[in-house]
């Protein structure tokens, strides 16, 4: 009996699993045969029917900005391909990103759905993952009214004493091994400067509390491109650990907001986006939480760029010397050898403005900007975008564009004071992206770099060290690590002291940038 019944058993699984195969086969072959008969879906932009991300073969080695470099001299500069069952869209030229991104900014705002990192992590209350809609734009004007043109010039007081404590700790570093770490300071990547990004956060610059508030967001933010990174974590069934650290970061992080709150009520707050979150808290409906996040977003979001800036600005140093001497020639002539370079030299200083972006354009650091998602289908140039496509702005291929930039890959900050009047402007913002979802942070990043790189090529010379036989070793300008922000690999220099007599305004103005840095306490 027992062996008849297990027969029965068998050829009833076998029967019903081959059912069951055969009708998923015919679901699945009708939703490919409704989807790809779709004339719509016939009419995708050009590109190859394949996951260019997933690609092996010889395009495999490069990293995915230039996959996609490469393909655009194929298909154009608008293709896509699949990834998974979702259209991507990439855009190679300023042009589409222009006409698309920001000229119908109202439909291509959003991000690619984001269920592990932005919603089960942060609720939806990070910044980059959010979801175009209400509450991002409520977001958006507390980034606004903190770190945009007004808002970024608060901050001014800080960057320059920033600068002048980077001027002489560079002064008296032991040797050359010691600037990444001093370098990185301007990027508030460790405890003792990331106090300034802090400050722009929450306005303190109190080196105890910040060495507490470091290690507690820094380890958020690990956790959170820890699972960008790594795909498999994506999945909802590993979400219980998320949900625990999302409960710890609400404490720590309203926490800080309450800190602030405080200091409101002791009248001793400084302007940072806290500052600016709270005031518009009622107004806006937004929760402690809530505005804790939208507090955090500078740091989340600015953290690694203005420093990865500031290498590719080294690396240029490196290579094209002739024009650090003429950036020096101009700082000296405007500026001259008594004082530091200010913000209010800015519009006398245009060859050191042009040399901001133009290292900015030579390797933009975000190549593929942050993706973007469509929220409904669309059509561009005759081609069909389906809804919930997402958009890649591929920044690395602008960079290339030869009748905006002729020779692109050279260094070349004339590009941007004497354009050829027959050739189209050279744009000074894709590297911030497009659109609604423009860097925020722009501003700020500006000013960073402006204000350090005036003053290191007024203090210094920026050289490579040399070999025995006394040749230059230069660093490879295209060796860069992989990520969403990219960061040239380790390579070696030397600041020179230009003139001994830099020396005593060096140490006067870090004395000067410790008192200053009082009010922050
Ligand atoms: C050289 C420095 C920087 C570069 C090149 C840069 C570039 C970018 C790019 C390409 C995007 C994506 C834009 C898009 O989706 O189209 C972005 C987004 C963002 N950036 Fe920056 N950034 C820099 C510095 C900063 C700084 C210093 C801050 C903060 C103070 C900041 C805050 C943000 C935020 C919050 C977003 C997300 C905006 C949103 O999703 O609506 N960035 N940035």
Redesign the pocket.
């Known amino acids: 009996m027992e062996v008849v019944r297990s027969q029965t058993d068998k050829t009833w699984s076998a029967q019903s699993l081959s059912s069951l195969l055969g009708l998923v086969l015919v679901l699945l072959s009708s939703y490919v045969l409704r989807r790809y008969s779709n004339s719509k879906f016939k009419n995708l932009p050009p590109g190859p029917r394949y996951n260019v991300l997933g690609l092996t073969g010889t395009l495999s080695s490069l990293p995915p900005w230039e996959r996609f470099h490469a393909l655009h001299k194929l298909f154009g500069p608008v293709m896509s391909f699949y990834q998974g069952r979702t259209p991507v869209l990439v855009l190679g030229s300023i042009q589409a990103a222009t006409d698309l ?1 920001e000229k119908r900014g109202g439909i291509y705002s959003s ?1 690619p759905r984001s269920i592990m990192a932005g919603e089960i992590l942060a609720d939806s209350m990070r ?2 993952p ?1 979801p175009y809609g209400p509450r ?1 734009r409520k ?2 004007t507390i ?1 606004h009214a903190s ?1 945009g043109t007004e808002g970024a010039r608060n901050f001014k007081p800080l960057q320059s004493l920033e600068s002048k404590i980077l001027l002489r700790e560079l002064l008296v570093a032991a040797d050359p091994s010691a600037y990444p770490p001093l370098l990185r300071k301007i990027n508030h990547e460790t405890d003792e400067a990331f106090a300034r990004s802090v400050s ?1 956060c929450i306005g303190t610059m109190d080196i105890s509390y910040i060495n507490g508030v470091f290690s507690q967001i820094q380890h958020a933010r690990e956790i959170y491109c820890g699972i960008v990174a790594f795909p498999i974590k994506a999945l909802q069934w590993f979400r219980y650990a998320p949900e625990r650290q999302r409960k710890i970061d609400v404490k720590n992080y309203v926490t800080f907001i309450n800190e602030v709150r405080q200091k409101v009520a002791q009248g001793s707050a400084q302007f940072s986006a806290a500052l600016k979150a709270i005031e518009k808290q009622e107004e806006l409906g937004f929760t402690d939480a809530q505005i804790s996040y939208a507090a955090a ?6 953290v690694g ?2 420093l ?2 500031i290498e590719v600005f080294l690396m240029a140093m490196l290579h094209h010397p002739h024009v650090m001497k003429k950036a020096q020639e101009e700082i000296d002539r405007v500026v001259g050898p008594n004082v530091l370079p200010e913000f209010d030299d800015a519009p006398r200083l245009p060859y050191v403005s042009a040399m901001i972006h133009e290292t ?1 354009r030579w390797r ?3 190549p593929l ?4 998602s469509v929220i409904t289908e669309d059509t561009y140039n005759n081609y069909y975008i389906p809804n919930a496509s997402t958009v890649f ?1 591929n ?1 690395y291929s602008m960079s290339k564009d030869e009748e905006m930039f002729p020779n692109p890959d050279k260094y070349e900050p004339e590009r941007y004071l004497n354009p050829d009047p027959k050739l189209p402007k050279p744009n000074t913002t894709f ?12 501003h ?2 500006q000013n ?2 402006f204000i350090a790189i005036a003053r290191l090529l007024w203090a210094y010379d920026i050289v490579p060290p040399k070999d025995q036989s006394g040749n230059r070793i230069l660093p490879d300008p295209n060796d860069f690590d992989e990520g969403l922000v990219i960061h040239p690999k380790p390579f070696k220099y030397h600041f020179i002291l230009r003139r001994q007599s830099a020396k005593a305004l060096i140490e006067a103005e870090y004395g000067q940038a410790l008192v200053d840095a009082e009010a922050w306490m």
Do not use: E, Q
Request: aromatic share 12%; glycine share 10%; with cysteine.
């Open positions: 991104l991000r910044a980059v959010m991002w977001w958006r980034m770190i722009l977003a500078p740091f989340n979001a600015g760029t203005s990865a800036s900015m933009p650091i975000i900007g942050i993706a973007h702005a920044l590297f911030f992206g497009f659109g609604r979802r423009i860097c925020p942070g722009m700020v990043a960073t770099l």
